[in-house]
T-cell receptor, first 117, second 111 residues
Framework: GAVVSQHPSRVICKSGTSVKIECRSL??????MFWYRQFPKQSLMLMAT?????????EQGVEKDKFLINHASLTLSTLTVTSAHPEDSSFYIC?????????????FGPGTRLTVL | DQQVKQNSPSLSVQEGRISILNCDYT??????FLWYKKYPAEGPTFLIS?????DKNEDGRFTVFLNKSAKHLSLHIVPSQPGDSAVYFC??????????FGTGTSLTVIP
C-alpha cells in the first residue's frame, strides 16, 4: 500500500534554532500534502495545506513566517520550524493525498516529535 | 469550532466484547469519513473509511456505521482484543479537502 515517510522521527533542539521536517510520499505522487500538529491529549489540528509548486495555505492562527512549508516536488514537502521555542514542542504529522486512489485517500506519515529545550 | 466531536474521552471494554466508539459532526458538506488508531508517540494508522453514499462498511472485526441524518458515525470492534487498546480518532472531510479530526477516544480492552 501507499506509504508516507517522515524524517526525522524525533528531534531535540535548543531554543532559537530552526528544525526541518521532511514528508515524503514513497510510491505515489502527492499534489497535496497536509501538515498537522497534535498537542498532548488533543486532536490533530491542521496547520497548512501544501500544494506542489505553489505557496502553502495556512490555517488561521498559524504563523507562516515561523512554520515555513515548501512543496518543491510531487513526493516531498518540508516543514521548517524557525527560531523554535519550547511552546513549539509537539508532535507534527504530515499526510499526503493520493489523487490516483479510488477513494481519494490520504496517507499519514509516522510523525515527528519535536522537543525544544 | 469543533466540527467533529468525540464526546467520550475514554472507554473500557472486556476482551471479547463489542467496543462502540461514537463520533458526531456538524458540517453537512462532509462526505468522506475515516477512523484512525493511534498508539503513543506514533502517527495515526488508518483503520476504515466510509463515504456518504453508504451507511455501513465492514472490514474484518471493524465496522463503521454512518447516519447522515443524525450526522453521526460509529465504529464497532467485535470481538475486542487487548491489542486494540489505543486512541481512536474519527475524521471527516468534504472530498479533496482537509480532514477535521475529533479529539479521540482512548479505548482500553481488559484481558
Amino acid at each position: 500500500g501507499a506509504v508516507v515517510s517522515q524524517h526525522p522521527s524525533r528531534v531535540i533542539c535548543k531554543s532559537g534554532t530552526s528544525v526541518k521536517i521532511e514528508c515524503r510520499s514513497l510510491d505515489f505522487q502527492a499534489t497535496t500534502m497536509f501538515w498537522y500538529r497534535q498537542f498532548p491529549k488533543q486532536s490533530l489540528m491542521l496547520m497548512a495545506t501544501s500544494n506542489e509548486g505553489s505557496k502553502a495555505t495556512y490555517e488561521q492562527g498559524v504563523e507562516k513566517d515561523k512554520f515555513l512549508i515548501n512543496h518543491a516536488s510531487l513526493t516531498l514537502s518540508t516543514l521548517t520550524v524557525t527560531s523554535a521555542h519550547p511552546e513549539d514542542s509537539s508532535f507534527y504529522i504530515c499526510s499526503a493525498r493520493d489523487p490516483g486512489s479510488f477513494t481519494d485517500t490520504q496517507y499519514f506519515g509516522p510523525g515527528t516529535r519535536l522537543t525544544v529545550l | 469550532d469543533q466540527q467533529v466531536k468525540q464526546n467520550s474521552p475514554s472507554l473500557s471494554v472486556q476482551e471479547g466484547r463489542i467496543s462502540i466508539l461514537n463520533c458526531d459532526y456538524t458540517n453537512s458538506m462532509f462526505d468522506y469519513f475515516l477512523w484512525y488508531k493511534k498508539y503513543p508517540a506514533e502517527g495515526p494508522t488508518f483503520l476504515i473509511s466510509i463515504s456518504s453514499i453508504k451507511d455501513k462498511n465492514e472490514d474484518g472485526r471493524f465496522t463503521v456505521f454512518l447516519n447522515k441524518s443524525a450526522k453521526h458515525l460509529s465504529l464497532h470492534i467485535v470481538p475486542s482484543q487487548p491489542g486494540d487498546s489505543a486512541v481512536y480518532f474519527c475524521a471527516a472531510s468534504a472530498t479533496g479537502n482537509q480532514f477535521y479530526f475529533g479529539t479521540g477516544t482512548s479505548l482500553t480492552v481488559i484481558p
